[in-house]
């Protein structure tokens, strides 16, 4: 484990295997954590997956509004300054941090050498087009932050886990499990306030110069395929990869197929 400084926080960074650096960004309310067992199957590779502002053991900047940009900078900082740096390092980004790896190959595009972005959180691109998926995401997004300034973290989480993972998802959890949740509802809700403020046009996604890998669960969200469909068919030279059987959660799910679309993209 590695740790680096960042506008006055300290970042843990999870550090696994040799070879050149590939940095990892993980989803909502995880943690670089969620990449072990992908990364245990990319041999050759040193994977640097930090844990996020406000994420894992990471704390939040005091006086600054943590969203994608943010995020970004992060990044690029771990790249520039830190473990994942000094060359253009080849970036992993799955939802929340896919977003995040957008931002950064947008902002700081000479520290990216090639994207794989697993249903990154782009749902702007949805709202740009009218597509009406975008307003359902939108309805229970919205819907979390009421329940969590309200104080019911349960309701919050209940009908968000099941429009992620399908009916019946919350009430499958552990009580373990939902208490977990519930003691984070406040990073969800900053989480999705990001989301739903996520500057990433149309025109932007055309300006990603570097080889890029979109990467969706079959049996994902109609929100996050429309997505991904939008988002290969804008980037060029992108090609889209799909999982049998996975959800939104693919990295936690099938890491070997994961891990097998990874190396594909890097010409191992």
């Known amino acids: 484990m590695d740790v680096f400084d960042f506008a006055g926080v300290s970042v843990h960074c999870e550090v696994w295997g040799a070879g050149g650096a590939l940095l ?3 989803s909502g309310v995880g943690s670089g954590a969620q990449w072990q067992r992908v990364a245990t199957l990319l041999e050759g590779r040193r994977c640097i997956a930090p844990d996020l502002l406000g994420h894992g ?3 939040a900047p005091a006086e600054a509004t943590v969203n994608h940009d943010l995020q970004a900078d992060l990044l690029a900082a771990l790249i520039e300054q830190g ?3 000094p060359d253009p390092v080849d970036v992993v980004g799955h939802s929340y941090g896919g977003a995040g790896a957008v931002r950064l190959a947008l902002r700081w595009p000479g520290l990216v050498r090639s994207l794989v972005l697993i249903e990154p959180l782009l749902m702007s691109l ?3 087009t009218g597509d009406p998926l ?14 969590a300034e309200a104080g019911d ?3 919050a989480w209940a009908r968000f886990m099941d429009y992620r993972n399908g009916p019946g998802a919350w009430a499958a959890l552990s009580e373990k499990a939902k208490s977990r ?3 984070q509802t406040a990073l969800g809700a900053e989480t999705l306030r990001a989301n739903l403020a996520n500057p990433t046009t149309l025109a932007d996604c055309r300006r990603i110069a570097v080889p890029t890998t979109v990467v969706l669960g079959a049996e994902t969200t109609p929100a996050d395929r429309r997505t991904v469909e939008v988002l290969a068919a804008t980037v060029p030279g992108s090609r889209c990869a799909a999982i049998p059987g996975a959800g939104h959660m693919s990295p936690l799910t099938h890491p070997e197929e994961v891990a097998r679309i ?6 191992k």
């Open 83 to 85: 473990p994942a740096g």
């Open 181 to 183: 949740l519930v003691a």
């Open 134 to 147: 975008f307003a359902e995401y939108e309805a229970v997004a919205r819907d979390f932050l009421r329940h």
């Open 57 to 59: 053991r990471t704390g």
């Open 126 to 128: 949805l709202g740009e």
């Open 153 to 155: 973290g349960a309701a």
């Open 24 to 26: 990892m960004a993980h």
């Open 262 to 267: 990874i190396l594909d993209h890097l010409g």
